[in-house]
């Protein structure tokens, strides 16, 4: 079982982030994360759906999607030609005497600050899976109090760009 | 004008003339619309026989069945039926009442999330939220539903969207839908490998399913096969497809099947699918039995379906009348004498001549009836025993129609989906088999049927039990049946009271002249044959 990305492009509809996660559970599909926002284009969303599955269900997965009529494209991304990022806010124990070693680690890893109170620190940091993982880990140490994770997005690099076609395809 | 007559007038661009529905709070303002327009309107007596009817409608005609109701329990009662159109990919489009829109999710009196609820047995749902939105959404519900792999689309509408004015009613030319663009031509390349793999093979087999039917493809099929000389059996969905007499034709393959057809398709070396999702049912069977080396092409509308359930080499998106078109200009025959010879040898005489008195063989029966039906009749059968008795037996003929739910299995589906096929083709014969379990089931539509005297022979098997059931049961819990219906009403006292005539057989030789009373009655005709409950399906 794999790990595989796909970055789905919807329409902007009421239902359609239902229907998505619908499909996944009504087929028995395993989703690891889902996130999802407006595009460039108001009128169209991008989901980027992270699946675990061989082959037959990712292949069953996409022709699944493809066959939901608010879904317009999908792209599977490739880790090396693809940009990952996660966005994550972790609250963490601090006390006089730790703060400033876990003010350290947050500026290694050149992470934000974005709360301070006597017996916390909430910091905010984006970057891909295994740099949040690594700092999770550091911070477990002081003990951590709470952590939001959007899930991944991604995007392609260099020029190429997910295009939606207007005219058919197999013409 | 109001919305609602807007939405009238637009049912009557998609060239509707026939709904099939049940009013209720929540839907008046249509019901209104409706009244004053020259759509006919057939009131059912309980909602899930409206989608059935629909159905039953859709598949005779070849149109887009309409079923209207209202919210709540009305809505949810359609769900059954509109999952059993999806199961087979019949195209309808069932209109719903919501309650007001300022006032959706606070439970209101007869409000249910329709839409939500029926996620998984549509191809789509619209919850109209602007009465502008109309005509363009009712467009595309029907260019969705009829087109590509069809099936089921849900409109909820609130009742203040219905009863909103709309300026000026401007139905647009085109639909255009991003996300939605079936392939009706197969792609070149994949037609000339499968062109190839045809010519290479010894024992080429097509099976044809519900697909080829539902693409109106029968005369290319019948092309095909004489261009190629390849045998042909079929799923349960399928049967229709080529007529029964062809010298090409083997059988109906499935658990229920024909020995012969499923030995065929274990035999081949090539198998052409078209137009069938080969599901369990159909292919449970066989799986394990068929040759290592066989080669499939599978040639299907839905890409998802290939490669779902079977592997396939050479796989062919596309509609299956365009691509059996594109394969005719590019195929040659293949030597198949040996290879159909060996097919028709295997068929077993099955012997159904137990003389049995006190009950009917229902074999027989569909064997009788089958020759004396008319050549463009249309048969409709309910689930079970029944079902398979009538699949097995009625004879395939050019123009003959032969529906079933075979994906979901719906019981009770027989008795509305011939209402709808009775309606969409008067002037044709229309006979609906059902058992004594399945007719309980939707036995209300008897008054749907009197109510506008619809001329359908009901062949209404007895045995006073759930006969498929029966059978399973035994086969593994021995015979001790969980379900007995020894206190079914008497059923030709039932029908009278509807209004409808009747007559019960108890043995063999009164089918004749009972059959011959019931196509000479100018009306609905009850045909009661009493079956021994131990009959069996196949044997």
Redesign the interface.
């Given at each position: 079982m794999s790990r595989h990305v796909l970055s789905v492009l919807?329409?902007n509809q009421?239902?359609v982030l239902?229907?998505v996660s619908?499909l996944f559970s009504?087929r028995g599909y395993n989703i690891d994360s889902l996130s999802v926002g407006e595009t460039e284009d108001p009128k169209v969303s991008r989901m980027t759906i992270v699946v675990r599955g061989d082959d037959?269900i990712l292949?069953?997965i996409k022709?699944?999607l493809?066959?939901?009529?608010?879904?317009?494209?999908i792209v599977e991304l490739d880790p090396q030609q693809s940009v990952f990022r996660e966005l994550a806010m972790i609250k963490v124990n601090t006390t006089m005497e730790t703060r400033a070693s876990i003010i350290e680690i947050v500026s290694i890893f050149r992470a934000n600050i974005v709360d301070v109170s006597n017996e916390t620190l909430t910091v905010e940091m984006t970057g891909d899976e295994s740099k949040i993982e690594a700092f999770i880990s550091l911070m477990n140490n002081y003990g951590i109090v709470e952590v939001v994770r959007t899930g991944l997005t991604a995007i392609e690099r260099g020029s190429r760009h997910i295009k939606?076609q207007?005219r058919?395809?197999?013409e | 004008m109001k919305a609602a007559e807007a939405i009238v007038e637009c049912l009557i661009n998609e060239n509707v003339d026939t709904v099939f529905g049940y009013p209720g709070g929540h839907i008046l303002e249509v019901y209104e619309a409706l009244r004053k327009s020259k759509i006919r309107h057939v009131l059912v007596r309980q909602e899930q026989a409206a989608a059935h009817s629909a159905s039953g409608y859709a598949r005779v005609s070849g149109k887009v069945g309409v079923c209207i109701t209202t919210s709540g329990p009305g809505a949810t009662n359609l769900i059954t039926g509109i999952a059993t159109a999806y199961m087979d990919s019949i195209p309808i489009v069932a209109i719903t009442g919501q309650v007001n829109s300022t006032k959706i999710g606070r439970d209101m009196f007869q409000e249910a999330d329709i839409?939500?609820a029926t996620?998984?047995f549509t191809?789509?749902s619209y919850?109209v939220k602007n009465e502008n939105d109309l005509p363009r959404i009712i467009k595309e519900a029907f260019y969705?539903a009829s087109t590509g792999r069809p099936g089921p689309v849900l409109i909820d509408i609130p009742s203040d969207i219905q009863a909103a004015e709309i300026e000026k009613l401007v139905i647009p030319e085109t639909v255009s839908?991003?996300?939605?663009?079936p392939?009706i031509?197969g792609?070149v390349g994949q037609i000339k490998r499968a062109v190839k793999a045809i010519s290479e093979s010894k024992r080429p087999l097509i099976i044809a399913g519900g697909g080829v039917l539902l693409s109106h493809a029968e005369d290319e099929l019948l092309n095909f096969v004489e261009k190629t000389g390849i045998p042909l059996v079929h799923t349960l969905m399928g049967k229709g497809a080529l007529p029964g007499n062809n010298r090409h034709y083997i059988g109906m393959i499935g658990n229920h099947g024909f020995s012969e057809a499923n030995r065929a398709v274990a035999m081949a070396d090539l198998l052409i699918i078209i137009g069938t999702r080969v599901a369990d049912r159909a292919w449970g069977g066989i799986s394990d039995q068929t040759n290592e080396d066989v080669r499939i092409i599978h040639i299907d509308v839905?890409?998802?379906e290939i490669?779902?359930n079977v592997d396939t080499h050479i796989p062919l998106v596309g509609d299956a009348r365009t691509i059996l078109t594109q394969m005719i200009e590019r195929v040659d025959k293949v030597d198949t004498d040996e290879w159909i010879n060996e097919l028709k040898s295997l068929k077993k005489e099955i012997k159904s001549n137990r003389e049995k008195t006190g009950s009917v063989n229902p074999k027989y029966v569909i064997e009788t009836i089958s020759k004396k039906l008319d050549d463009d009749a249309v048969v409709v059968a309910d689930v079970g025993q029944n079902q398979f008795w009538a699949a097995r037996h009625f004879e395939d003929k050019p123009g003959r129609r032969f529906l079933t739910s075979g994906g979901l299995g719906t019981m009770g589906y027989g008795l509305p989906a011939a209402v709808g096929a009775k309606i969409a083709a008067p002037d044709r014969q229309v006979l609906t088999v059902v058992g004594d379990g399945g007719f309980q089931m939707s036995l209300h539509e008897l008054g749907t049927i009197s109510h506008n005297d619809l001329n359908i022979i009901i062949l209404l098997f007895n045995n006073s039990r759930l006969g498929m059931v029966r059978e399973l049961q035994d086969r593994f819990y021995g015979k001790n049946n969980a379900v007995y219906l020894d206190k079914n009403p008497d059923f030709i006292k039932l029908c009278d009271a509807y209004g409808i005539k009747g007559v019960r057989i108890r043995t063999d030789s009164e089918l004749e002249d009972a059959f011959e009373m019931a196509t000479r009655h100018n009306g609905p005709f009850l045909l009661e044959c009493v079956v021994d409950p131990n009959e069996s399906t196949i044997l």
């Open positions: 919807v329409e009421s239902g239902s229907r619908g009504r037959y292949e069953q022709k699944q493809n066959k939901l009529i608010d879904v317009i494209k939606i207007t058919n395809e197999e | 839409t939500g996620e998984s191809k789509h919850l969705i839908i991003r996300g939605y663009k392939t031509k792609h839905d890409p998802a490669g779902k």
